[in-house]
C-alpha cells in the first residue's frame, strides 16, 4: 500500500519532482506517482483529494508551477498533511508566481510549502513526517543525517 503521493500539475514538472522520488525510493518507502492538473483536470483532482487517505497515503507532495493552486486545491478537500513544490516553469516571472501560488494560503488551510524546484526537501520532509509513527523510517532519517555531516567533516580534511 502507498504511503506517500507524489502529484504534480503537468509532465513537464517531472524533473523538478523526480528529486522527491528518488530521495523516498531512497528511504524505501512506498510511493505513487501521478500528473494532476488542477486547472485542466478538476474532476481528477476532486476524486484524488476526497479519496487519497482512504488508500493507505499518509502525505501528498504536489508539485505545480506557475498559478500554481494544485497543492492548495488538494489541501482544501483532504485531511492529509500536504507538501507543496513550487515549481519554476520556463515561462514563469523568476518562479515568483509559483512561490507565492503555493505559500500564501489562507489560515486554516496549510501548505507546508518547500523551496523553488525543493522537490528534494518535500521528499524528506515526508519520510519524517511517517517516521514519526514509524521507527524503521526513523532510523533511516537518522543514517541519512549522520552522512550529511561526515560529508561536512570529510570536505574540511583536504583544505
Ligand atoms: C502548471 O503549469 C504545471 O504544474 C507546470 O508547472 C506549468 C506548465 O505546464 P505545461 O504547459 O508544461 O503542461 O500547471
Known amino acids: 500500500m502507498s504511503k506517500v503521493a507524489i502529484i504534480m500539475g503537468s509532465k513537464s514538472d517531472m524533473p523538478v519532482m523526480q528529486d522527491a522520488i528518488d530521495i523516498l525510493n531512497g528511504f524505501d518507502i512506498e510511493i505513487e506517482v501521478d500528473i494532476v492538473s488542477a486547472h485542466r483536470t478538476p474532476e481528477k483532482l476532486y476524486e484524488f483529494s476526497k479519496n487519497a487517505h482512504n488508500r493507505g497515503i499518509k502525505v501528498i507532495i504536489a508539485g505545480a508551477g506557475g498559478a500554481a493552486h494544485l497543492p492548495g486545491m488538494v489541501a482544501s478537500m483532504s485531511p492529509l498533511p500536504v507538501i507543496g513544490v513550487p515549481v519554476k516553469s520556463s515561462n514563469s516571472i523568476d ?18 510549502t518547500v523551496a523553488l524546484n525543493g522537490a528534494k526537501n518535500a521528499g524528506i520532509l515526508a519520510a519524517q513526517i511517517l517516521g514519526c509513527s514509524d ?17 561536512v567533516i570529510d570536505s574540511a580534511k583536504n583544505l
Do not use: F, N, R
Request: hydrophobic share 45%; glycine share 12%; with cysteine.
Open 95 to 112: 518562479g515568483w508566481d509559483s512561490v507565492l501560488s503555493i505559500l500564501q494560503m489562507p489560515g486554516g488551510v496549510p501548505v507546508a
Open 135 to 151: 521507527q524503521c523510517v526513523l532510523d533511516k532519517i537518522m543514517i541519512y543525517k549522520e552522512g550529511l555531516k561526515a560529508k
